[in-house]
């Protein structure tokens, strides 16, 4: 009778093409055993009886490592050959269980060492940007260039999962602009695939960007050309009703915005996405994946299938499983993911940062909301053709029209068509409170924060109301409260109410719902969370109405200033600016 060990174990691994094979023998042992030897692991047992009386020790650490190892290789008893085959993106992982086991009678894992190496100097790795970006890259926007560069070269995916605010969009337009000679898939949330191209256009203006998305006649049209785009922009919406004209199309790279929106493994959208042929797929997500491990599942599925095993497996081992090794599997988890998830929050770059981060979001309107638009935009011109009216009658059309961008139930009753603005604003505050942070939402119309109001409530979010008619006292209270109390989120603001007199330096995130020309009393509502005494790095977005009047306001020239401070004021009764405009340059307002 013999007593055996790791010291009976045979075990060399070889490289082939894109993968591996690890090849093993236990003397003593069919294999026809395993499954019976990894029962009695999983139970705890110290030893197992052969079938030939011998006794194969399980206090054996090496021994028991090296049966955990081929476990977690995809194993399979049934498979009669002596090797399991893994991909080359396991190579990370299995050279960490190696050395940190001592499994040194596994010969031929020098291989290996190669792959963690440039994994684990990922970021000392240096390449070249493109000289046709127009943008400005920090240093750990650098780092996150290279690591996708790094990535893709070794051919493998990625999650880009930077807090929110800290530049996933430019490092991912960076990163194309360096492959202009590949084709490249992105895949947004309805309400930031105009940001992406205006993103594109401003910082990669050599890419030619195709956009997939609208009346079916004009995604035909982008389809028919598919092949003379160096980047096509997509939503996750048109995606799934498009997905049977991609059967033929394999890109050199996928990438999705907002990874979170495959979070549920079974949905129809996480399904076609996951459908989409690419050589090389990233995911750029801002929420932490830690506290839901079927989404991180799902994600790595999208972003490298079967990395993470089977969806059955990748439960059994790390979320249902009661077993005594279940903490020591998270930390194999852990080994896993490493090198292919990159995040970085404000606070590990804080030196890097400005105080003040401003971004401009181009929002898309529902359909029925612009419907209703361009509807109301028809009549006026014909009124304006039909009868030259007095400026002061075409400026209450502006305002009207304003009113439609940010939500037509202000002006329409019964209006249930959905407000894009709304919508997009909904999800910046949701992701902002899972990332912790506390917001002021500014907004000139009282009507619309009380809408908002409405929706915060719906969903238990604790918020605070402030407008014209708060007295001092209140006012007050109200800025203490909200600085002191982690719970209430958000702090709803009126423009003219709260441009001033208002310390709430613990928001850390200003939304400014509608344009505000005069940079003054947009810059002294902002300065309501970024001001002496602010220890945190204010993110500033401004939301702007794609295609409509809002984005009129934001283009007109300096010198106009004064005019758009009057429309958006209201002050249109005394207002010089009116006087120095034409009727042709008031009527090209609406155009």
Partial sequence: IKLLNSLNIESSIIEEDNFFKLFYSIEGIEKEEFKDIFQYLDEGK??????????????????????????????????????????????????????????????????????????????????????????????????????????????????????MGLGKTIQIISFLLSEKDKKSLVVTPTSLIYNW?????????????????????????????????????????????????????????????????????????????????????????????????????????????????????FKESYITSKDTRKDTRLEDLKTLIHPFILRRTKKDVLKELPDKIEKKFLVEMTEGQRAIYKNYIKEVKKNLKDNKENKITIFSYLTKLRQL???????????????????????????????????????????????????????????????????AKERVDMVKEFNEDSSIKIFLISLKAGGTGLNLTSANMVIHFDPWWNPTVEDQATDRAHRLGQKNIVEVIKLVSKGTIEEKIVELKEDKKELI???????????????????????????
């Fill in 197 to 313: 191209k205006d993103e594109f256009e401003r910082f990669a203006p050599t890419l030619k960007i195709g956009v997939i998305h609208g009346d079916k006649k004009s995604r035909e049209k982008v389809f028919l050309d598919i092949d003379e785009y160096d980047v096509i922009l997509t939503t996750y919406g048109t995606l799934r009703r498009d997905f049977n004209l991609y059967n033929n199309k394999t890109f050199d790279f996928v990438i999705i915005d907002e990874g979170q929106n495959i979070k549920n493994p079974d949905a129809e959208s996480t399904i076609k996405v996951k459908g989409i042929k690419g050589k090389i797929k990233f995911a750029l997500t801002g929420t932490p994946m830690e506290n839901n491990l079927m989404e991180l599942w799902s994600i790595f599925d999208f972003i490298m299938p079967d990395y993470l095993y089977t969806k059955e497996k």
């Fill in 46 to 163: 110290t030893f197992y009886k052969t079938k030939k009386n011998n006794f194969l020790d399980l206090e054996d650490e090496k021994l028991c490592e090296f049966f955990y190892l081929l476990k977690g290789l995809n194993y399979d008893y049934k498979d009669k050959e002596d090797f399991v085959t893994f991909s080359k993106n396991k190579g990370y992982y299995i050279e960490n269980k190696i050395k940190n086991n001592g499994l040194s009678f596994i010969r031929g894992e020098k291989t290996l060492e190669k792959i963690k190496s440039k994994l684990d100097n990922i970021k000392d790795k240096e390449y070249i940007l493109s000289k046709d970006f127009k943008g400005t890259l920090r240093n750990y926007q650098i780092e996150g260039f290279n690591w996708l560069k790094s990535l893709s070269y070794m051919g493998f995916g990625g999650i880009l999962a930077d807090e």
């Fill in 405 to 471: 961008c940010l939500d037509p139930s202000l002006i329409i009753d019964n209006y249930k068509l959905g407000s894009g603005k709304l919508k997009i604003a909904m999800s910046l505050i949701e992701e902002a409170i899972k990332n912790n942070k506390k917001i002021l939402l500014f907004s000139q119309f009282t009507s619309v924060l009380k809408n908002i109001s409405n929706i915060l409530e719906s969903k238990n979010i604790k918020y605070m109301y402030l407008d014209g008619s708060t007295k």
């Fill in 565 to 591: 401070n009057d429309i958006l004021s209201g002050d249109l009764k005394d207002s010089k600016a009116i006087t120095s405009l034409s009727y042709d340059e008031i009527v090209e307002l609406f155009n």
